[in-house]
């Protein structure tokens, strides 16, 4: 499986790859229009050839229907929350990718960004899912393992969320709220 927690680095290299490649065809695309009567060197030809290449890849992958729709189906159950500080920090550090009540970012619109965080919602829900409280198969009894561990939320989240980052004591206090609320070892 290639796909195993966050994105594989490749990935990340893969879209820095094409932010740069973007960024450097708005530039030159301004630095052309000012020296239009030069001459242009061959390897300035070839670097824009790529440039529109990559242009024209970024528009036709936006083509692809998956990751388009953002789904928030109903919520059909909740968890016994032991207090709504628990149930409003779950919300704001874990709700996103563990609740139906995702806050889809601008993003999420944008492919192959949508992809991944469509898959990431999508993934997280079917692991553990507090909107659909009562759902067999629930991995709730890990929560606090996994904040403990600092598994969660995925390491690409909170620089994109810097709402979600605890202080130490908020952290704690979150901790004791979910291993009231998700007893460890039962599910
Ligand atoms: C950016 C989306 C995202 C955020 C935010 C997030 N998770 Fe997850 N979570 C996932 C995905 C995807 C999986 C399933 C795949 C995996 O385990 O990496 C998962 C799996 C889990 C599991 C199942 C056990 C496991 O390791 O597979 C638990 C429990 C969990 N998350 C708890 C949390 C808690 C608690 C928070 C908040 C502190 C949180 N998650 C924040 C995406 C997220």
Known sequence: MFYTRGHPPFLMAAFRRIFLLVAGAVRRAGEATRTREKPRPKFAMSVSK??????????VIQIVPYGRDHPNPPVTGQPPWDSNATR??????????????????????????????????L???KHF?????????QDADE??????????????YLPLHPEARLSPTQRARFLEG???TFPEGES
């Open 143 to 156: 929560a606090v393992e996994v904040v403990r561990t600092e598994e969660m939320p995925l390491w690409f």
């Open 129 to 137: 899912n507090v909107s659909e409280w009562g759902r067999p198969r």
């Open 50 to 59: 790529w440039i529109l290449r990559a242009v024209l890849l970024l528009l």
């Open 88 to 121: 409003e920090t779950f919300a704001s550090v874990c709700g996103d990718c563990h609740s139906n009540e995702t806050d889809w970012p601008w993003y999420s619109n944008v492919a192959p960004v949508s992809w991944l965080v469509t898959h990431d919602v």
């Open 178 to 180: 979910l291993s009231k």
């Open 123 to 125: 993934d997280g829900r």
